[in-house]
């Protein structure tokens, strides 16, 4: 048997094929994990609430309404083992009319019989009590205690550094192209020219999972992108206790107004359809729609916002997540049209695609004799107090050196990033995993020094350090180079 042949191979490394090759790295397989982007979750995992929902206002009887109950239980055992920031802080739905009021009402029920804790409020002294925050014009609410937030990239880049510390391979920038299959081998084609060959594949491909069965001739869905606009505000501008959401439509939950775990709120998503796979933009009327939306919750400190920015939800017409081996080919498991609730649903997905591989792909798994059940994130200058930080700063005085000053970086938590399971060679990758850039200067101050600091550490030259890889270049030359050569070709 050939060696170089994987027995699977996951394309995307979003929150959803993190989360299954975290789960397969359990076993003895030779697993590959596929991103066509130089991180893990640039896609819609990096773009989301972040809520770890309760299987609210989802239709009875669908994958989603299971799988997001399932899901959600996952996280108590997980989060504490990967060492991901967890909190369970509830969510409100609210109500300002009586037809809402009904609405509550009727999902109250669906609630108990979903077996998911909730409570039914109309007094206006309890309804205060749970969240200060909100107008008076809040006539009744239903509160989920156990709903929570996590920050989405955090997830995805440790269930992917999970499953790297336990045998599966990563792959970035490895744009899937085409997929041909001979004696019973996929094999799986860059746009680049290289090639890997496996006997299963996993398309976890969000929004081009369509593109990805079409490879193989399976015609039988379309993702439409529907976009969702925010506003991020800085932090303590509005301490809520609660996710605050307003009774919802068919349409979408509607416009939230949420915490997040590091002390911002923020403030959307509205839904609408749009053609592009890539329309991440915001616009003046998305923008205005999210707050009129949140307006009607609380008052909101306007001049505290610090930006915005928008995710894409990889819908199908089937309105349920297509979890299945596709009728083209057995061999062939997708884990598509995943939108919302997809990130609290990751983790019980990825439990149904273990199970899709033995019952119907006939694999027997058997356990990773090695397997660490852990993961440490990295040492935060933020939580430590002010004697471990001293003695930090003995060992290694880069702990002295603050980078980023409004979220508190220092240079040596950005070189360990740079070193790290997935090493950051680019500025946004290490705001993703420290949060320079995240805060009122939204950059404006570090980036320049983070730049210089992925080039020392990864030996790179300075202008060929991006922003978020490809040709994403933040500088384009030396100035005294300047009028001899203009720019280097490679930045166009
Ligand atoms: C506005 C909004 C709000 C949301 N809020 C919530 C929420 O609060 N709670 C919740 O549970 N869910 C929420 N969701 C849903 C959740 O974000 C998604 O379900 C989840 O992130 C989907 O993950 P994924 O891994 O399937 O997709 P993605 O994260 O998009 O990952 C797919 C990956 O495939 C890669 N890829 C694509 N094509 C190729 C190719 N040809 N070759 C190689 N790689 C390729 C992409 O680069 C990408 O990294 C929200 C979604 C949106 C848009």
Redesign the pocket.
């Known amino acids: 048997m050939n060696n170089n042949i994987y027995d699977i191979a996951i394309?995307?490394?979003?929150?959803?094929?993190s989360a299954i090759a975290q789960r397969l790295a359990k076993y003895e397989l030779k697993t590959i994990l596929?991103?066509?982007?130089a991180d893990?979750?640039?896609?819609?995992?990096k773009?989301?609430?972040?809520?770890?929902?309760q299987g609210y206002f989802t239709s009875k009887g669908t994958l989603k309404e299971t799988l997001c109950l399932r899901g959600s239980a996952l996280f108590n055992e997980l989060c504490p083992q990967l060492d991901v920031p967890f909190k369970r802080t509830g969510a409100l739905f609210c109500a300002t009319t009586k037809n809402e009021l009904k609405t509550l009402e009727g999902e109250f029920k669906n609630s108990q019989e979903r077996n998911a804790p909730a409570e039914f409020i109309d007094d206006r002294g309890k309804i205060k009590k749970l969240e200060p925050l909100l107008k008076e014009s809040v006539i009744a609410v239903l509160h989920f205690p156990e709903a929570g937030i996590l920050v989405?990239w955090d997830l995805t880049i440790a269930l992917a550094e999970h499953a790297l510390l336990n045998g599966v391979e990563l792959k970035l920038q490895?744009?899937?192209a085409f997929i041909k299959k001979n004696d019973e081998i996929f094999t799986i084609h860059s746009s680049e020219g290289e090639k890997i060959q496996v006997k299963t594949i996993i398309n976890?491909?969000?929004?081009?999972s369509d593109?990805?069965a079409k490879m193989i001739g399976d015609e039988s869905f379309n993702i439409i992108p529907r976009r969702?606009q925010y506003i991020m505000f800085d932090k303590h501008s509005l301490n809520l206790q609660k996710i605050l959401f307003p009774t919802p439509t068919v349409v979408s939950k509607g416009i939230v107004v949420g915490p997040t775990m590091h002390g911002n709120f923020y403030v959307?998503?509205n839904a609408n359809e749009v053609d592009s796979k890539e329309g991440t933009n915001t616009s003046i009327k998305g923008l205005n729609e999210i707050l009129t939306g949140g307006s009607k919750l609380v008052d909101l400190p306007l001049r505290k916002h610090i930006t915005n920015f928008a995710?894409?939800?990889?819908s199908t017409l089937r309105h349920d997540f297509i979890i299945e081996p596709s009728k083209q080919d057995g061999q062939f498991i997708h884990?598509a049209g995943?939108?919302?609730?997809?990130?609290?649903?990751?983790l019980a997905i990825a439990e149904r695609v273990e199970e899709i591989l033995q019952k119907d792909c006939g694999f027997t798994f058997s356990k990773r004799t090695q397997y660490i059940p852990t993961l440490s994130s990295q040492i935060r200058m933020e939580n430590l107090n002010e004697e471990e930080l001293k003695s930090k700063i003995a060992e290694n005085p880069q702990w002295g050196n603050i980078v980023c000053r409004c979220e508190m970086v220092s240079e040596a938590e950005i070189v360990e990033a740079c070193h790290r399971q997935i090493p950051c060679t680019n500025t946004d990758m290490v705001k993703r995993r420290l949060r320079p850039g995240m805060g009122r200067c939204q950059g404006g101050f570090c980036q320049a020094k983070i730049m210089k600091i992925i080039s020392r550490e990864r030996d790179m030259l300075y202008e060929k350090v991006t922003k978020t890889g490809g040709k994403s270049y933040l500088v384009f030359n030396r100035t005294k180079n300047l009028g001899s050569e203009i720019f280097n070709g490679d930045h166009l």
């Open positions: 394309i995307g490394a979003g929150v959803v094929g596929l991103d066509k982007e893990v979750a640039m896609g819609t995992s773009a989301n609430s972040g809520i770890i929902h989405p490895f744009e899937v976890a491909a969000g929004l081009y593109k990805i969702g959307g998503p995710g894409l939800r990889a884990a995943i939108d919302s609730p997809g990130l609290t649903s990751s």
